[in-house]
């Protein structure tokens, strides 16, 4: 089993900034794994925001280009999500990922960009 913790969450105005955080940990061995971040807007369903494989590798969903920012430190089994620029659209519950070939999800932590 596979736990994820996320931090970082809260009430931010247009324009501004957060940094989401997710650490992971028990039975994490694979060579090879993708960790990343999701979100679900009331209503909507869970999308794709940005993963990072443990090689370096990322992936962005084309509405959060040039205003996230996807990190991970292996040392430390760590995902961070710098969020800049920040639109009311962004608004949601984001969720950490981690795949070993099986996904592991943490509980979230919400989002919200309101002036």
């Known amino acids: 089993q596979v736990q994820l913790v996320e931090s970082g969450g809260g009430l931010v105005q247009p324009g501004g900034s957060l940094r989401l955080s997710c650490a992971a940990s028990?039975?994490?061995?694979?060579?090879?794994?993708?960790m990343g971040w999701y979100r679900q807007a009331p209503g909507k369903q869970r999308e794709l925001v940005a993963t990072?494989?443990?090689?370096?590798?990322?992936n962005y969903q084309d509405s959060v280009k040039g205003r996230f920012t996807i990190s991970r430190d292996n040392a430390k089994n760590t995902v961070a999500l710098q969020m800049n620029s920040l639109k009311p659209e962004d608004t949601a519950d984001y969720y950490c990922?981690?795949?070993?070939?099986?996904?592991?999800w943490g509980k979230g932590t919400l989002v919200t960009v309101s002036s």
């Open positions: 990072i494989s443990s090689g370096g590798s990322t």
């Open positions: 028990g039975r994490i061995f694979s060579r090879y794994d993708v």
């Open positions: 990922l981690y795949n070993n070939g099986v996904n592991y």
